[in-house]
Structures are given as structure tokens and as C-alpha cells.
């Protein structure tokens, strides 16, 4: 059996181009060797946070970095991409409520208490915008070790925002009866919020604690397949605006995101098989033939009339350095640009400082194909998407799920327009 | 200005200065010990973790080796909660002469360390990662030791005998009456006043800084800083100390110490004991040798790599001064250089601290004119009484049967949020560093990626630190533990250290903190 | 081996991505989670001696090491530990006993009316728990009082020019005999020559308890038994597809058995659902199928999922005219092979099975679709819907049922 496309990794690069090519009636496989991405960044969608100090537009920012930045993921789109991936995103994700887009950015606050820009936001969490200011009560969960509303509160009165505009913070400390357990995770937390009598008993003791005109941000623990109901319950109970604040993977907002897709890809007749790590490749001259996959027994070859490779970046393996210092894309051992070579430093003595090899991965052509050693790209049918592309360094210009979704769904396109 | 008296103030806050604080205060002094850092910043908080059974010196040294035999078995008796009993292997690895191993056993013997030549299929079978072309294996009862457990456990008892243990104390001068030294002007740093302290008599443990120290009293005491650099890999490649049986060189022992299997070390003299620069030619030194020890080694996952400096002092010192043994040094300046009131106890290592300890208080004694025996050869410390040694699987067992029945902090190094707040209660002046130190907060696998931001939370929350406190806190913390880890950043832990820049700067945003 | 599953502790990067996909530690704060007991207290473990007995709660599904993106091989290092742990405690009766379905099959076919009247007796459940720790509600399956051995040591396999070896696994053997025949007679009806070798049990539910030393002593001389054919260029095929995940990796990765005999059968291992869609992706499966006007759940087992393969089971059902199968994504049944049968388990692998049993009755179907044996079980009991394997459907639509 041949796919119409195979997609290598399940992050949201992955997700987002197995999803718009089944959508369109195509057969669709995704291989990954686990789940990774989605889970472990918050589900909000960065399209351009910080270019030398906050962006408040990506869409005015974005053409001129694309310019300055070529090698740049952003860079190498087409210029309708990412508003077009932002609103197809939205629209098939319906059930989770994005808002935002690429006029201005919103800004969210961290679990530390930081002022950061994103585009586009779960319902969950959209209350939380500080761009006007506000008066704010941030909740704590006792047992829940991953958030900290003092700290949070005491930064984010500091924060300094456009137009002059203050924050006011505080913070509440919650004790919801546990049971033996007293180390509950988020998703141990978000499960609990599922259920109707726990919300009750949280809207009891913290209602009487709230004053007048503030609204109130809560970990990202708001429910997980119910999460709508739980926040809109949970603002009516409350009769206060409800927002979620990201915490340490992981993510639970991340984890609606992967299921969401996931359920969608299933409705669409796409192949899922997650546990299984491509190890090889098999083509007939420039043209991907086939993906060889491990699994119990024996390799299992994938054969597709396209590929995509959304395999990420060194946190997950998809690029990696060797104990000699050499980088490699680990999947095809496509050639890895902007790493420096063995002995060269690799990394700047400042923690914060801008490291050799951050921007480090695979450098593609206009139609997001990877490029082998020769300069034209390793294969005519092979496309590359997400955070194994150069040039980005994701976590510094908040941009991390804003290239996973352009070029994933950029990369979705190009197979769209070539399939006949 | 704040002044304090005492009879006998040790500067230094290392296992040498810790030995002596405690062994004067049990024999009945008033002492103080200062400290510019934390305790066990210095050469103690950054060796191997080994406790000698001599067998390294056997042939080489083999005074030295004598005197690790003794203190290898009272430390095993009075300390034995600082130690694990791992045991030790010198092995005899295709580089090397197997010849040697005669001369080792030989030197073994004379010397008094228990030595038993093993078959090599026993050593394989006792560490199934070594090389099996190994050709000769002996056993020693080496055994790793935990540095911060000893110095603290010295220093908590020399409190509990009247001592005053002054860490974060900086030494700015020693003032002087006479051609005698009277005591110390003191900086203490956090709260950023001078303390005077009147003394009868300073002993200058100060280690690699011992030169420094002894300049402040117009004394030369010439201590070269020797560089080694150590790596730490995230398991326990084996649970057994390691050594090549070669004459001692670089890179040729692996210690397992609590979770992790250390490698070292190097020998460079450096000018400063506080510019200790790691370079990659080391570490790939060092990845080689474990490589010859441990097959695989080199891909094994390394956590972080760090330099200590040992205090060696030169040979010049050993004729002209009254010393114990060639391996460590005490120099009496009354005799030497005609200042009184004023020691110095330099060299040696971790292993013969207490020995070290009994000299330096024996003269003491002779320069305060009583005869007051030691006692810290049969005394235990705190948690040593029964004399029951470390067990890896404690923090394990410690948690069952509901392993979450109490928030985890850190889970690499199965740290509570009651034993983190205990620590805090018990240090007042406390910051999230020396929290670290003492409770291995942040030093397995993830290197901090989780228990940082959560054990900063919790310090703030308890009202230690405001939240700008909070924010520089955690900031120091991510630049001290990248200074240790982006020199090796490669396989396994390139991909922590990029999740881990996910969650600080992508996440939380650590670098747009406010000021 | 054991180094390398030991090191592959050192690819965990903390993200606690298992944790948030296992469901047993949601269900039960015993378990602390995959990442907690496997990478991350391996660390703490001497010499392999395992001082945590929370380990035990680990139920061995194996989606931990499916999701881990760093390829750490988490419910292999728990294995082991478990194993350590009991052998130093010394493994309880109750756990040598289920761990061995060839004895208990050889005890119970025989008398199978009384044994499976036994098993029903409320009362003599209630004693069986208290005496031995299987719990009373504990879903054990009914004796088929005659073997499938037996049916196929008569049933003569027409010759053909393909050769095809069945591994029909204990479950099949004492209790499913006719989903055995049906396996036959749909290879059969595709034109292969079925040759049944007299087999004995994979070792999994030894291996499962922590029985390392019993474990190996069975899987070698099952891989005995079917080597040769392997060697002769026969695929070997099952129905059980957990005991087939045994041979083709659990074997190797957990017990250490560097046989050669179980290296070429692990090659020519196949899960039955796997070999018919390959037949089928190389034109090879007859598709005359007639319609089946149904609806209904399949739920891939935690262990189908770990042969790494996907589901092959869809797309054969979606062969079938007029079938409509759901794809349910409730994880995990709970049952786990043994661990849902005893006392102090049952209750949490229940809850487990939660979201599935209710993902099942919301398609109120005739019949739910499942490749595991024990999972069947666990869902006729937590769901109420009888359930069948794959190959069912299969021989139904074939038309080669009685009709």
C-alpha cells in the first residue's frame, strides 16, 4: 500500500500536515517514535513574541523580519501562509475557542510572572490578556508543586506594559481535600476539575475571597476533554472572568491541543502509529520511495508518494550532537546547517547569551524541501516542517508553535498543489 | 562594630576546617570557625567523593598510603553515614603492565591495605560494565563519601560543644599586636557589616587559599593550586570505585557516589584557586580514559563537569617545616617566620582530614599550654552512631508505600518539600544555593529544569526571599549550573539542556524578568 | 541486553510525558507513574535490588515506552525491577499459579463443567480470594473442556503451496478454541497450508509476575519448537497478540534470551491482523467478503500497540461491505494480562478500564472488536458486550461460519 503522504512525527508540525492533507481527502500515515511536542509547550500559538524587545504586531513585524531573517523558517514561506495556517487552525480546532490573530499580540502572563506576547490563545486562557491592565488574583492549589501565585502576583505587578497601562496582582491559596495522594500532577488536577462536585467545592472556598472587578487565574488545569464546560462553570460559579496560566510540562493545554488533532486525523481515516521510530529511507533516484520504520519484530517500510519530515529539534532527538561534537539530523542524516564543527564552541559561557548552535537544523528550499549536501534538495518529494528547520531560535522570539503550524501547514500546501 | 572572642579561630570552611573546629570544641575550647562561602565551596566540595583505602598510594607514597589505612577505618567508624561502602576494584586494563600489579600488591601489603587479588571473571561478574580484556583485578576497601554530610556533620557537632560556625565570614585582614596575631577583621557578607574577632590563636585552614590567608599575616606559605577536573555521569556505570592498577595518572578512577558515577581527574597547576577554567581537551581526556575502563563510556550520558584545585604545597615547605607526614604540611609560623598566635595546616586530602584536624589542635594545645587529648577518632558524628553506612535505596524505600503521599520537589534526587523546608528552617540565612548544595536540589539528570522553579516558588513563598531575590536567585542558579554543563552539552543532555531552555525562557521568560 | 535497556534510562529528559499517558498511576496512588519507578529510581537501584515495592503496581501495558519521545525503554526497565523485587521477596503462590495457564489449563480442561461451576460459585470466589488473593469478581474465563490442540491434531490442513505456522497461545488453546479454528480456516480459505506444532506457553505471565528463571525455560523451548520452520522460510502467525509481542521482542528486551532459536522465529513473527493486511497490501487476501450490516468499537490492546505496527486491524475490517468499525482512543482495559485478576489490583484496573467500557456501551453494539484474549474478557465483564478478535468478523464475512 502506498500513502499519499507519510508524515514523520507527531508534534504539532506533524499534526497540522497530516491533518490538512487528510482533510483533503488524502491517505495519510503518521510514524512517530512517541509523543513529544505538543506536550510540553503551552498551546498557545506564538507567531513572533520578541525581535529585540517585544513585538506588539506580528503583522506589521513579521514581513520586514522575514527579510532580514531569510534563512528564517518565516522566511522561506510564502507570505500568505501564516495568516492562512492561523485561521484554518482555528477554525478546525473550534471546540478549543483560539483567539487572537496576527494584529497584535496578546500578552499572557508566565507562571513566573512575565509579560509575554503570543497571537493566538485558547478560550481557556484569553482572560488573561494584560494588555489593558487589570486587577488580578492568581489561585494556588495545594499539592499542585508546579505553580506559585505569590511569585507570579509580586513579578507581574512589576511588569512593565504598553501605554502606561498597570497590573494589579495578588495571589489566594487554595487546600482541596487530596485523599492519600499529596503530590497531585496537572493532569491529576485537570481530571479532578472534570467533576462537577470538585468545582463546587472550589468556587465555595474561593468565592467569598474574590473582590469585586477581579479576574481570576488559575493554573492550566481547567479540565481536559471537558475544559469549556469546566471554565464556563467555573465563571459562572465564580461570576468572574476565569483564565488559565501555563505551568512546567506536562502540558495540560497541550494535551487537549494533541487530542483534539488526533481525534480529527481518526474522523479523517489517517493512520496513527505512535511508537515506532523511522530509522531509514528508501527512493529511487531524487524521488522518497518508502520510510523504513522500526516495530517489535521487524522494520516496516512506509511507502508514500510524499514525506514530511517534522521529526524536531535536539529536545527531541530529531537533531543531535554526538559525544565528538558532530550535529546530524538523526531520521535521514540530511546535512545540519549553521552547527559549528567538532572543537569549534558550540555554546556561549553567559546562560542567556546567543549560542553557535541555537539556530542550528535543516535549510530549505522555497517549497520547504530539505536540501542535501549538494545544495538542491536531497529528494523532489520529501518536504521538512516544525523545529528540525534552521534558523529559528523558538523559545528566544517566542515563535516555537507559530513555525510548527505555518510550515507544517506550508508544507502541507506544496504536497496540495504538486498532487494532481 | 559587632566583636566577637574565642580561643581558637579556624579560618576555612572545608573538611579541614571543619575537622579542627570540631576536635577544638570537643576538647574544650571556645572556638570559631569563618568561612568566606557556604561550607565546602572550596576543594571539598569538589573532589571525587572518594574515601582512600591507601591502595592509590601503595607504591607511590607509601606514608600517605599508611595513614589512609588508619583514617579510612576510623572514618568507617565514625562516620559511617557520610560513606557508602562501595568497595574498590584496581584493575589492570590492556594499557597497562600487568607486571605492576605485583608491585601493587606488594606495596598493598607493606603498607597495610587490605588487598585481595581476585579472578577476573569475579570482578566482571561484581561490575558486568568493565572491560572484559581486564587481566588482573585486586579488591580495597576504597568507598565514597558525601562531602557536604562530613563537613556539616563536623560542623554541627562542633556547635553542639560551644563552636560558633560563621559561613558567608570573609577574612579581610588579620590584625596583629606585637609580631602576634590577635585575631581577624571579618566581612560578614550578608549582612554587609565588618566583625572583629579576638583570638589566642588562628589556624589557617584555608586549603588552596592557605598562601592567601598566611599573607594577611606577612607569612609565605607557598600553596600551588593543582586543577582536576572531574565528570559526573548520570548513572552509575558501575557500583564498585574503579581504579586503573598503572602509577597514578590522569583520568584513571570512577567513583559511584549517591546516583551517579564520577571520572577523574586531571593535574594542572593554576596560578588562582578561584579561575579554574575546564577545557575540552580535558574532558575529552577524561571521556577516553573512562572509555578504557568502561566500554561505552564515552556515549554514556555526562551530567556536568567541574574543577576543584587541590592545595599542594611545595617540597621547599616540607624540609623546613614541622610536619606530620609528607602528605599534608602544618607549619608553625611562631618557629618559621616568628609571628605567633598563628598555623597553618595545608595539603593532604578529604581521606586524612581528621588527622590533619588532630595536628593542627595538638599544636594548638602546645601553643596554649594545655594538654587536652582528641577524642574525634572514637567520637561518631550525628547519624553515625549506629554505624551503619549510606545506602543507595534509602531516599528510594524512604517514599513507599505511596510514594506521593508528600510533594516531591526534586524528583531526580527524591527531595521533599518537607525536607526542603526543613533546611530552610534549620539555615535562616539561607538562599537557594546553599540549598543546593546540601541537598543535591537540582543536580540530577534534569539539572534543575523542574525542581528550580518550584524550589524558588517555595522559598519565596516561605518568605525567605522577596520576589526580586526570587528572580536573581534563579537566575544565579541557571548561570552557575550552565557554567558546569554547557562544556559537555552533547547527546542525552543537549536535549535536556534545549527542554529546559523551553521551559525557562519559553516558557516561563526567565530572561525578561523584571529587575 | 540488560545494559542497554538499563542505559536507555539515560535518553530521560524528565518530561513526564509517560506519566501523563499511564493509567494505572491516575487510577491509583500506589503507582507513582512509569517515569518515577523506571528511569528515574533505576538510578537508586544497587546491584538491581529493588526496594520499592510500588513497582509491582505497574501493570507491564507498555504505553509508556509507545509515547516516551527519547526512547527510553520504561516498561522494560520495570519489568526487570519488578522481577528483582519478588525474587527477593520470593514470588507468592497466587502469582506462580496464574502465571502458569498450560498447568491450569491441564487441571481444569478435564473437569471443565465443575471447574467452570467453580469459578461461577459466588461462594467458592469468595474463598479463592481470601486463600489465594484472586479477586472474587476478577473476570476468569471459562474452561472449554476441549482443547484446541485436539481439534487440530484431527483437523487435517489442505495442502497448498504456501506454508503458514500457527501459534495459538494458551488463551486460545483452553479457552477459545473456535477462535483458533477460525483462524485456521480464514488462513486456509487465503490459500495457505496451516501447520499447528504442538506448543506449550510464550512465559509471558511468568515473566509478567517476575518469574525470570521459569520465564526463559519456556519461551526457549517454544522458540525450539517453531525454529525450525522459521529457519524453512515459514511465517509464523498469532492471534494472541501479546504472547506474539513476547516472541518477536519481550523475550530479547526483557528476560535476555540472546537465543538463536528465538532471533529467526522473532523474525518470521507475525501478529495475525498484521499478516493478513501485508497479504492484502500485496494483493494477495481474497476480499470476498459479504456484507456485515454492523456497528462496531475496536479497541487495540496496549499490547497490540506495542508491536509498533499501527492498527492493522481497521484496515482489514474496513474490507468487510457495510462494517462499520469506531476506532475507540480509551487507552487501556486494565486487565493487563494477570495483574487484573488479583485482589489488591482489581479494583484499580477497573478503574482503568472506566473510559473504555463507557466509550463501548455509548455505541450500544452487538459486538466490540479486540485482538487480546484478556482484554475481551475484561470487556464483556466491565462493558457488558461480548467481544470478539478481528478474525471473527473475518471468517463471518467469508461466509465460512455454519450457517
Keep these: ?25 488524502l491517505r495519510v500515515v503518521v510514524v512517530a517514535k512517541g509523543v513529544g511536542g505538543t506536550h510540553l509547550a503551552p498551546a498557545t500559538i506564538d507567531v513572533l513574541g520578541y525581535d529585540d524587545g517585544p513585538v506588539e504586531s506580528p503583522a506589521r513585524a513579521l514581513p520586514e523580519f522575514a527579510a532580514r531573517h531569510p534563512e528564517h523558517p518565516y522566511g522561506r514561506l510564502p507570505a500568505d501562509v501564516i495568516p492562512s495556517s492561523l485561521e484554518w487552525f482555528r477554525e478546525r480546532l473550534d471546540e478549543l475557542g ?15 510572572g512575565v509579560a509575554k506576547p503570543t497571537a493566538l490563545v485558547p478560550q481557556t486562557m484569553a482572560a488573561g490578556d494584560l494588555r489593558a491592565g487589570g486587577r488580578f488574583v492568581f489561585v494556588g492549589l495545594r499539592g499542585l508543586k508546579d505553580f506559585y501565585p505569590a511569585y507570579l502576583a509580586e513579578n507581574l505587578a512589576r511588569a512593565a506594559l504598553p501605554g502606561g497601562h498597570s497590573v494589579r496582582a495578588r495571589a489566594v491559596e487554595l487546600a482541596p481535600r487530596l485523599g492519600e495522594e499529596r503530590d497531585v500532577s496537572g493532569l491529576g488536577f485537570a481530571e479532578r476539575f472534570e467533576r462537577r462536585d470538585f468545582r463546587e467545592t472550589i468556587v465555595r472556598e474561593l468565592k467569598p475571597r474574590l473582590a469585586p472587578g477581579e479576574v481570576v487565574g488559575f493554573p492550566a488545569v481547567l479540565g481536559l476533554r471537558h475544559a469549556r464546560e469546566v471554565w464556563q462553570d467555573l465563571e459562572a460559579g465564580l461570576g468572574r472572568r476565569v483564565f488559565e496560566v501555563p505551568t512546567l510540562p506536562p502540558s495540560v493545554g497541550g494535551m487537549r491541543l494533541f487530542e483534539s488533532m488526533t481525534a480529527a486525523l481518526r474522523r479523517k481515516g489517517a493512520r496513527i502509529v505512535v511508537g515506532s521510530s523511522v530509522d531509514g529511507a528508501e527512493s529511487d533516484g531524487r524521488q522518497l520511495t518508502g520510510v523504513v520504520a522500526l516495530t517489535a519484530g521487524r522494520p516496516r517500510t512506509y511507502r508514500g508518494r510524499a514525506f514530511v519530515l517534522a521529526s524536531g529539534g535536539f529536545s527531541s532527538g530529531g537533531l543531535q550532537v554526538d559525544s565528538h561534537g558532530r550535529a546530524r539530523e538523526t531520521i535521514l542524516d540530511l546535512p545540519v546547517a549553521g552547527a559549528p564543527g567538532p572543537g569549534e564552541p558550540r555554546f556561549a559561557p553567559g546562560y542567556l547569551d546567543e549560542h553557535p548552535i541555537a539556530g542550528a537544523g535543516l535549510v530549505v528550499d522555497e517549497l520547504l524541501r ?51 | 562594630m559587632r566583636s566577637l572572642e574565642t580561643e581558637v579561630l579556624v579560618v576555612g570552611g572545608g573538611s579541614t576546617g571543619a575537622g579542627v573546629v570540631r576536635d577544638a570544641a570537643m576538647r574544650g575550647f571556645s572556638a570559631i570557625l569563618v568561612e568566606r562561602g557556604d561550607l565546602a565551596v572550596g576543594t571539598t566540595g569538589r573532589f571525587h567523593g572518594l574515601l582512600h583505602s591507601g591502595g592509590r598510594y601503595a607504591v607511590k607514597d607509601p606514608d600517605a598510603a599508611r595513614e589512609c589505612v588508619v583514617e579510612n577505618a576510623i572514618l568507617r567508624r565514625t562516620a559511617a553515614d557520610c560513606i557508602e561502602d562501595t568497595g574498590g576494584l584496581f584493575v589492570t586494563t590492556r594499557w597497562d603492565d600487568p607486571a605492576f600489579g605485583d608491585e601493587f600488591e606488594q606495596g598493598c601489603r607493606e603498607t597495610g591495605v587490605p588487598v585481595e587479588e581476585i579472578p577476573v571473571q569475579e570482578a566482571l561478574r561484581l561490575e558486568p560494565r568493565l572491560d572484559p580484556t581486564i587481566s588482573r583485578a585486586f579488591t580495597v576497601p576504597d568507598a565514597s563519601i558525601d562531602a557536604w554530610k562530613l563537613v556539616w556533620g563536623c560542623a554541627r557537632s562542633a556547635e553542639e560543644h560551644g563552636a560558633e560556625i560563621l559561613p558567608y565570614h570573609r577574612v579581610l585582614d588579620l590584625e596583629q599586636d606585637d609580631g602576634k596575631v590577635i585575631g581577624a577583621l571579618v566581612k560578614d557578607e550578608l549582612a554587609g557589616e565588618e566583625v572583629r574577632i579576638r583570638a589566642e590563636i588562628v589556624v589557617n585552614a584555608a586549603g588552596a587559599w592557605a598562601g592567601h590567608i598566611a599573607e594577611l599575616a606577612g607569612c609565605k606559605v607557598a600553596v600551588l593550586p593543582g586543577k582536576g577536573i572531574m565528570i559526573a555521569m548520570n548513572h552509575r556505570l558501575v557500583n564498585t570505585v574503579v581504579n586503573r592498577c598503572k602509577p597514578p595518572a590522569d583520568g584513571d578512577i570512577i567513583v559511584p557516589i549517591r546516583t551517579v558515577s564520577v571520572i577523574g581527574t586531571t593535574d594542572t597547576r593554576v596560578a588562582d584557586p578561584d579561575e579554574l577554567e575546564v577545557t575540552q581537551a580535558e574532558i575529552e581526556e577524561m571521556l577516553d580514559e573512562g572509555e578504557k575502563l568502561v566500554p561505552g563510556f564515552r556515549e554514556a550520558r555526562a551530567l556536568r563537569v567541574w574543577a576543584g584545585a587541590r592545595p599542594l604545597f611545595s617540597a621547599e615547605e616540607v624540609a623546613s617545616t614541622r610536619d606530620v607526614s609528607r602528605a599534608h604540611a602544618l607549619v608553625d609560623h611562631a618557629e618559621r617566620d616568628g609571628v605567633e598566635g598563628f598555623i597553618t595546616i595545608t595539603g593532604g586530602k578529604t ?26 577518632q572514637e567520637e561518631p558524628l550525628a547519624g553515625s552512631e549506629e554505624g551503619r553506612f549510606y545506602w543507595l535505596g534509602s531516599r528510594l524505600r524512604a517514599r513507599e508505600p505511596v510514594p506521593r503521599s508528600e510533594e516531591i520537589i526534586c524528583e531526580c534526587e527524591l527531595i521533599t518539600r518537607d525536607r526542603l523546608e526543613a533546611a530552610i528552617t534549620r539555615r535562616p540565612t539561607t538562599n537557594l544555593d546553599d540549598v543546593r548544595r546540601v541537598l543535591r536540589l537540582g543536580m540530577g539528570p534534569c539539572q534543575g529544569g523542574f525542581c528550580i522553579y518550584r524550589a524558588t516558588g517555595i522559598l519565596h513563598a516561605r518568605e525567605r526571599l522577596d520576589h526580586r531575590a526570587a528572580n536573581s536567585s534563579l537566575l544565579a542558579f541557571l548561570q552557575e549550573r550552565w557554567k558546569g554543563v554547557h562544556p559537555i552539552l552533547r547527546g542525552d543532555q543537549l536535549r535536556q539542556a534545549t527542554l529546559d531552555d523551553w521551559i525557562f525562557q519559553g516558557l516561563l521568560g526567565v530572561q525578561h524578568l523584571p529587575e | 541486553m540488560s545494559e542497554l535497556v538499563r542505559d536507555s534510562l539515560d535518553h530521560c529528559v524528565k518530561c513526564t510525558i509517560c ?90 480442561t478435564p473437569v471443565a463443567p465443575v471447574a467452570n461451576w467453580t469459578l461461577r460459585n459466588r461462594l467458592l470466589r469468595r474463598l479463592l480470594e481470601s486463600t489465594l488473593g484472586i479477586h472474587r469478581d476478577a473476570p476468569l474465563p471459562g ?16 495442502p497448498a503451496e504456501r506454508t503458514v505456522v500457527y501459534f495459538h497461545a494458551c488463551g486460545t488453546n483452553y479457552y477459545e478454541p473456535a477462535v483458533g479454528q477460525m483462524t485456521v480456516e480464514v488462513l486456509e480459505h487465503n490459500g495457505f497450508h496451516v501447520v499447528v506444532p504442538p506448543q506449550d506457553c510464550c512465559g509471558l505471565p511468568l515473566q509478567s509476575n517476575g518469574n525470570f528463571p521459569a520465564a526463559r525455560t519456556y519461551v526457549r523451548r517454544l522458540a525450539a519448537r517453531l525454529a525450525p520452520y522459521a529457519r524453512d522460510g515459514c511465517a509464523i502467525v498469532s492471534n494472541s497478540t501479546s504472547c506474539g509481542l513476547m516472541l518477536k521482542r519481550e523475550a530479547f528486551e526483557i528476560l535476555d534470551v540472546e537465543d538463536d532459536d528465538l532471533r529467526v522465529v522473532s523474525e518470521a513473527m507475525f501478529d495475525l491482523c498484521e499478516f493478513l493486511l501485508l497479504l492484502h497490501e500485496g494483493g494477495e487476501l481474497r476480499t470476498d467478503f459479504q456484507p456485515l450490516a454492523m456497528t462496531v468499537p475496536y479497541h487495540a490492546p496496549c ?101
Design chain 1, 1 to 25: 500500500m502506498t500513502y499519499d503522504a507519510v508524515v514523520i512525527g507527531a508534534g504539532l508540525a506533524g499534526l497540522t500536515a497530516a491533518l490538512r492533507l487528510a482533510e483533503e481527502g
Design chain 1, 98 to 112: 483560539y483567539q487572537g490573530g496576527l494584529d497584535e499580540n496578546l500578552l499572557l502572563p508566565t507562571a513566573v
Design chain 1, 370 to 420: 530539505p536540501l542535501g549536501a549538494d545544495g538542491a534538495p536531497a529528494f523532489e518529494n520529501l518536504y521538512a516542517a516544525g523545529a528540525t528547520l534552521a534558523g529559528a531560535v523558538p523559545w528566544q522570539e517566542a515563535s516555537g508553535n507559530g513555525v510548527s503550524l505555518s510550515t507544517g501547514y506550508g508544507a502541507a500546501s506544496e504536497i496540495l498543489q504538486g498532487t494532481p
Design chain 2, 351 to 376: 581521606t586524612t582530614f581528621r588527622l590533619m584536624a588532630e595536628a593542627a589542635v595538638d599544636a594548638v594545645c602546645e601553643h596554649l599550654g594545655v594538654d587536652r587529648p582528641c577524642r574525634t
Design chain 3, 19 to 108: 506519566e501523563s499517558f499511564c493509567p494505572f498511576s491516575r487510577a491509583t496512588p500506589l503507582f507513582p507513574g512509569p517515569k518515577y519507578v523506571g528511569p528515574q529510581a533505576e538510578r537508586y537501584r544497587q546491584d538491581g535490588v529493588s526496594p520499592d515495592l510500588s513497582v509491582d503496581y505497574c501493570s507491564g501495558c507498555g504505553i509508556c515506552t509507545a509515547v516516551c519521545p527519547q526512547g527510553v525503554k520504561i516498561a522494560e526497565i520495570n519489568a526487570r525491577a519488578r522481577a528483582r523485587l519478588w525474587e527477593e521477596r520470593g514470588i507468592p503462590l497466587r502469582n506462580q499459579l496464574i502465571a502458569r495457564p498450560t498447568v491450569l489449563g491441564r487441571l481444569g
Design chain 3, 143 to 158: 474452561f472449554a473442556g476441549r482443547t484446541f490442540q485436539r481439534w487440530a491434531r484431527r483437523h487435517v490442513s489442505p
Design chain 3, 303 to 403: 499490547q497490540q500497540q506495542g508491536h509498533g505496527i499501527g492498527k492493522p486491524a481497521l484496515d482489514l475490517l474496513s474490507l468487510i461491505p457495510l462494517l462499520r468499525t469506531i476506532e475507540l482512543d480509551a487507552g487501556c482495559c486494565g486487565v493487563a494480562g494477570t495483574y487484573g485478576l488479583k485482589k489488591e489490583k482489581y479494583p484499580i484496573s477497573m478503574a482503568v478500564g472506566d473510559g473504555l467500557f463507557r466509550q463501548i456501551r455509548e455505541v450500544e453494539p452487538d459486538v466490540a472488536v479486540c485482538d487480546s484474549e484478556t482484554c475481551r474478557w475484561q470487556i464483556e465483564h466491565g462493558a457488558g458486550v461480548h467481544a470478539v478478535h478481528p478474525v471473527e468478523l473475518l471468517h463471518r464475512a467469508y461466509g465460512l461460519g455454519a450457517a
